[in-house]
């Protein structure tokens, strides 16, 4: 059987107590990446401090999760902000994580934006060439976690930065391979089977159906677990014993720093 690896990272961090990170915690055995939300769209000292401190516990690379400063619609809502204001509040969060990180003597692996953001540097060139300068000048030494074949990807590449493609198991793609918006019926997969079946896929770089129903391929190197599912858990587990039932190892991407 063929030998494959890829990366699982899950969003946490973004409750507002202690209880919220334990539960957390259920989904780190499962996984190799977290991304943290660090107190814009979600999370504070709080949460960050308790997250990390497990995913340490888990050996974790642990990732900012930095989105729009609107914890009211948790950064899900675009905002027409001047892009130096919302660079200046990423910088702000990215920070906030980074001390308590630096405190707890663990860097930080990644960066990964979050929400209404991560889609908005997808649909415009000039956000996404803004951040992939931004992270150049600040954060060169840290993975950019991007969509596979999406802008910001292809900006933080031509910026020299070290990137780290994302695909996602439980949306459908167009041809175009981009993600297909959440408004159109079908772009959520509901079934955990057939979401775990296309996380294998993923993993084994096998060719996916568009929502168009093209066949696509998908050069995914890490792959997202939505752990504010309801059935992240469930998913999780079926997910780990599929993946190593089909000869895939899950490894941390960018461990060739560590």
Same mark, same amino acid.
């Given at each position: 059987m063929? $030998?494959?690896?890829?990366?699982?990272? $899950?969003? +946490? /961090?973004?409750?507002?107590?202690? *209880?919220? $990170?334990?539960?957390?915690?259920?989904?780190?055995?499962?996984?190799?990446? $977290?991304?943290? *939300?660090?107190?814009?769209?979600?999370?504070n000292y709080q949460t960050m401090r308790k997250t990390i401190d497990s995913a340490i516990q888990n050996d974790l690379n642990? /990732? *900012?999760?930095?989105?729009?400063?609107?914890?009211?619609?948790?950064?899900?809502?675009s905002l027409d902000l001047p892009v130096t204001e919302l660079i200046a509040s990423i910088d702000q969060q990215i920070?906030? +994580?980074?001390?308590v990180a630096n405190e707890m003597g663990i860097p930080l692996n990644h960066i990964k934006l979050h929400g209404a953001l991560y889609n908005d540097v997808e649909k415009?060139?000039? +956000?996404?060439?803004?951040?992939?300068?931004?992270?150049?000048?600040?954060?060169k030494e840290k993975y950019i976690f991007a969509l596979a074949h999406g802008q910001l990807l292809r900006e933080a590449q031509s910026n020299g930065l070290q990137t780290i493609a994302e695909g996602f198991m439980d949306r459908r793609y167009t041809s175009q391979r981009q993600l297909t918006p959440r408004n159109?019926?079908?772009?959520?997969?509901?079934?955990?089977?057939?979401?775990?079946?296309?996380a294998l896929a993923l993993a084994q770089g096998r060719k996916l159906n568009s929502i168009e129903g093209m066949p696509i391929l998908i050069a995914a190197e890490t792959i997202?677990?939505? /752990?504010?599912?309801?059935k992240a858990a469930?998913? *999780?587990?079926?997910?780990?014993?599929?993946?190593?039932?089909? /000869?895939?190892?899950?490894s941390k991407s960018g461990a060739k720093r560590d």
């Open positions: 063929p $030998c494959y690896s890829i990366d699982i990272n $899950c969003d +946490l /961090g973004e409750g507002k107590t202690l *209880a919220d $990170c334990d539960q957390d915690a259920h989904l780190m055995p499962f996984i190799s990446s $977290c991304n943290i *939300a660090c107190g814009g769209h979600a999370g642990i /990732g *900012a999760h930095p989105g729009y400063p609107d914890p009211e619609n948790f950064g899900r809502v920070a906030s +994580l980074d001390k415009d060139s000039q +956000l996404a060439c803004a951040f992939a300068d931004y992270f150049k000048r600040q954060h159109i019926p079908g772009a959520v997969i509901e079934s955990s089977k057939e979401t775990v079946s296309q997202c677990l939505h /752990g504010d599912n309801p469930r998913i *999780a587990k079926l997910l780990v014993d599929t993946l190593r039932d089909n /000869g895939v190892n899950i």
